[in-house]
């Protein structure tokens, strides 16, 4: 038996034979027999408070996860089920620890396809940004990113659309702040990702071609080369077209945020050129894409 349902287990003992055997309840470390096995009891208890009152350490982006689960958790106590604040504590506690603490998966919740598709995206544009050394470039940024997108993901599968919309709005605005951090470092590129085998520009990636827009009008873009991309599930044929339809599908949203079609070159690559390096069949959100290099 794990060590809080052990407690419970003596005290309701106690309740009924009004005696302990000698057991010290008025002091909860007493009863524990190896600290580092905790239950969820055990961290609602001790490891919770502990955070709370830890001095800042670890890296910058640790300590921003810790601070923005911590909050996540406070301050929308009213809308989560007693597991669902228990999830985000145990992620600040793990961060606090500087374990590595990654984004929810998509899968984790329940979605409707739609939702599925723009998530999945934004999840992929996110670990861009975190493995593209968003986390040391702009730990701060990046883990509001983090924790933004597990509350957007969180509130879009409870189907409260207010707070969804206000952790995606924070979420894309953490990114903004990230990418923009790491242009420098990435060649001035910027990328829009895609649903599996889907080509349609999602809200996330149009909220991106609406910048990459901003920065041609105010003549800090003079020219714009697309590449698209695939991961390798499918055959290679199929996903060089697949790719040419994504080049072409960002390319039109360009031109209809008013960049010339003179200014786009628009190549495209198939599974050749991989963003993350994957054996053949694999579906890789942070392949399937569309970069954007801006070129003199």
Same mark, same amino acid.
């Given at each position: 038996?794990?060590?809080?349902? $052990?407690?419970?287990? *003596? #005290?309701?003992?106690? /309740? @009924?034979?009004?005696?302990?055997?000698?057991?010290?309840?008025?002091?909860?470390?007493?009863?524990?027999?190896?600290?580092?096995?905790?239950?969820?009891?055990?961290?609602? @208890?001790?490891?919770?408070?502990?955070?709370?009152?830890? !001095?800042?350490?670890?890296?910058?982006?640790?300590?921003?996860?810790?601070? /923005?689960?911590?909050?996540?958790?406070?301050?929308?106590?009213?809308?989560?089920?007693?597991?669902?604040?228990?999830?985000? %504590?145990?992620?600040? *506690?793990?961060?606090?620890?500087?374990?590595?603490?990654?984004?929810?998966? *998509?899968?984790?919740?329940?979605?409707?396809?739609?939702?599925?598709?723009?998530? =999945?995206?934004?999840?992929?544009?996110?670990?861009?940004?975190?493995?593209?050394?968003? $986390?040391?470039?702009?730990?701060?940024?990046?883990?509001?990113?983090?924790?933004?997108?597990?509350?957007?993901?969180?509130?879009? #599968?409870? /189907?409260?659309?207010?707070?969804?919309?206000?952790?995606?709005?924070?979420?894309?605005?953490?990114?903004?702040?990230?990418?923009?951090?790491?242009?420098?470092?990435?060649?001035? @590129?910027?990328?829009?990702?895609?649903?599996?085998?889907?080509?349609? %520009? +999602?809200?996330?990636?149009?909220?991106?071609?609406?910048?990459?827009?901003?920065?041609?009008?105010?003549?800090? @873009?003079?020219?714009? %080369?697309? #590449?698209?991309?695939?991961? =390798?599930?499918?055959?290679?044929?199929?996903?060089?077209?697949?790719?040419?339809?994504?080049?072409?599908?960002?390319?039109?949203?360009?031109?209809?945020?008013?960049?010339?079609?003179?200014?786009?070159?628009? =190549?495209?690559?198939?599974? =050749?050129?991989?963003?993350?390096? +994957?054996?053949?069949?694999?579906?890789?959100?942070?392949?399937?894409?569309?970069?954007?290099?801006? !070129?003199?």
């Amino acid at each position: 038996m794990r060590n809080g349902a $052990r407690l419970l287990a *003596v #005290s309701a003992l106690c /309740g @009924v034979l009004t005696a302990c055997g000698g057991l010290n309840l008025s002091n909860p470390d007493s009863a524990r027999v190896d600290p580092d096995q905790h239950d969820d009891i055990d961290m609602r @208890v001790w490891d919770i408070d502990d955070v709370r009152a830890m !001095a800042p350490q670890g890296s910058a982006f640790s300590q921003g996860l810790r601070a /923005g689960y911590l909050d996540l958790a406070d301050n929308d106590r009213e809308f989560f089920l007693l597991s669902e604040q228990d999830h985000f %504590i145990r992620k600040a *506690v793990a961060s606090a620890k500087g374990l590595a603490v990654a984004p929810d998966m *998509v899968s984790l919740r329940p979605l409707a396809e739609g939702q599925v598709d723009e998530l =999945t995206a934004a999840r992929a544009r996110l670990m861009a940004g975190l493995d593209g050394n968003g $986390r040391l470039k702009a730990p701060d940024a990046a883990a509001r990113a983090q924790v933004s997108f597990d509350c957007w993901l969180y509130y879009e #599968s409870r /189907g409260n659309q207010t707070r969804a919309g206000e952790c995606k709005a924070a979420f894309e605005a953490a990114m903004d702040e990230v990418e923009r951090a790491l242009a420098s470092d990435i060649g001035n @590129v910027y990328i829009v990702f895609f649903a599996w085998d889907r080509a349609e %520009i +999602t809200p996330v990636a149009a909220t991106i071609l609406d910048q990459v827009a901003d920065d041609f009008e105010r003549g800090e @873009v003079p020219r714009i %080369i697309l #590449s698209g991309h695939t991961d =390798t599930s499918g055959p290679a044929d199929y996903n060089m077209g697949l790719s040419e339809r994504r080049a072409r599908a960002v390319a039109a949203e360009l031109v209809a945020r008013g960049v010339p079609e003179e200014a786009l070159e628009v =190549t495209w690559f198939g599974e =050749t050129m991989l963003r993350v390096p +994957t054996d053949d069949e694999v579906r890789e959100p942070q392949n399937r894409r569309v970069e954007m290099l801006f !070129a003199e």
